[in-house]
């Protein structure tokens, strides 16, 4: 019995990475009127220097600059050496400037980025432990799992964790920019002043701790930073 509860902890540690995405609307607003659509904007100044391109990105102008919407399951990577993240923080300056070619109403524009994040839920699973254990050694500078042995009402469990899905997050990327446009000849660049980012929305209620009863709570993925 206790091999068996021991293989069914393992076996969902395995498929931890199969729970899909809850879907939303990002931001709820996304099927309102008044949202136009870039079909494809390049990162790279030709095909032979292609570093990105993404497709289908929605956006919609309000008084001080523009929302953005941005799927990017549709983004293309070119380069192998970058890394998706460092792609993404290049692309959302490449937007920026393909939506600005036309003119810059104003020399500060802001936008605001919609992106869908994950919540994440740590699940928990208790071995009971028969008889004494400790560890006996571990690599310098271990950064696995907590070994600990968490122990209630006289008995000893290994706690077994694994991160899932919990619920989807619309996270918001604010960009204040300032143009630098020259009359007759068009943009001359962007200069990214400050980006802010914070929830758009909270994630839902977390999982309840199996042995204790302790809330485990479904965290945000969306860091605020500013």
Partial sequence: MKKLIAVVCLFFILVAGAYPAIAQDCPPSSGDPGWEVIE???LGENSLEKIGEISDVKIREFSDGFEVIVDWSKLNKYKAYLTD????QMMYKAIIVDILSTGCTFPSQEFIFYEET???VKKRCY???YYDTYIECQDDCWTGPDM???EKDGSKYYKVEYEEVCDVQCCLYQYSVMCNYIEGIGLAGV???NIIKYPFDECEDGDTDCLNDDLI???SNCEIIN
Avoid: A, Q
């Fill in 40 to 42: 494809t904007v390049t």
């Fill in 85 to 88: 993240n460092e792609l993404r």
């Fill in 118 to 120: 994950p919540c994440i």
């Fill in 127 to 129: 071995l009971k432990l």
């Fill in 148 to 150: 600990t042995v968490y």
């Fill in 191 to 193: 200069d990214i002043l």
């Fill in 217 to 219: 709570p479904c965290n």
